[in-house]
């Protein structure tokens, strides 16, 4: 049984099948949130078994993914703890769908969101598939100022040292780094050219553009 909530909350549990589209609605205005509803917000994500918005079993099911698009539109920092705790518990292990739309929601609070991710991934007891999911939200912070690049590049590079025998996860790391071109970075060359990454997970065409403008391998095969 669910909690009761505000008459606008409330009405999360009957918008309608939320369907897996680039442009979401505008839950702020259509359904008349703001911050002072956070707390209900982010109830409902702890609360749910994110893994039934899958089947579609009802149309209620569909309202956590409501509610974590609109934790990003409203921008609530506090709820990154509990959206990164839902990521890894075990009743949403094939909440394929989160798992998909949870970087776009925490892209959209900003770079505020940096040091809970961090902590995250420096946390030796998540799993590792976890932390990919997060990659793709750091790039883009990235992407968007020097100063978050670099702090960027510290952080995964703390991660190849640490997943150095991981050579699934450190292709992965890659593959969203080659998008903020990391030529400059001494021990990401250093992988590359001692081939430490796996060959049947890196984006190909990435490596090699990255090879072209880092001027990796000189004539004679040398780094």
Known sequence: MKNK???EVEKL????????????????????????????????????DLSRA??????EDFAPRHAWRALGQL?????????L????????????????????VLTLMGPEVIPELESFLQDEKKDWNFKTVLFKVLVEFAKQKPI??????????KLFQKYNGNLIFISRLLNELFLINPIEDALIREIISKDKYDFSTIN?????QF????KLFGQNGNT
């Open 211 to 214: 090879v072209k403008e880092s």
């Open 5 to 7: 909530y505000s008459e």
């Open 54 to 59: 899958i089947s579609g079993f009802t149309i």
């Open 148 to 157: 978050y690049r670099d702090q960027v590049i510290v952080m995964f590079n």
């Open 75 to 83: 921008k609530i920092i506090k709820a990154v703890k509990p959206l």
């Open 85 to 104: 705790k839902a990521l890894t518990e075990t009743k949403n292990e094939e909440a394929f769908d989160y798992q998909n739309e949870l970087p776009k």
């Open 204 to 208: 190909q065409e990435r490596l090699m």
């Open 13 to 48: 549990f009957s918008y309608g099948d939320a369907n897996l589209v680039t442009n979401w609605p505008n839950y702020v205005k259509e359904m008349d949130l703001d911050k002072k509803h956070d707390d209900e917000l982010i109830d409902i994500i702890s609360t749910s």
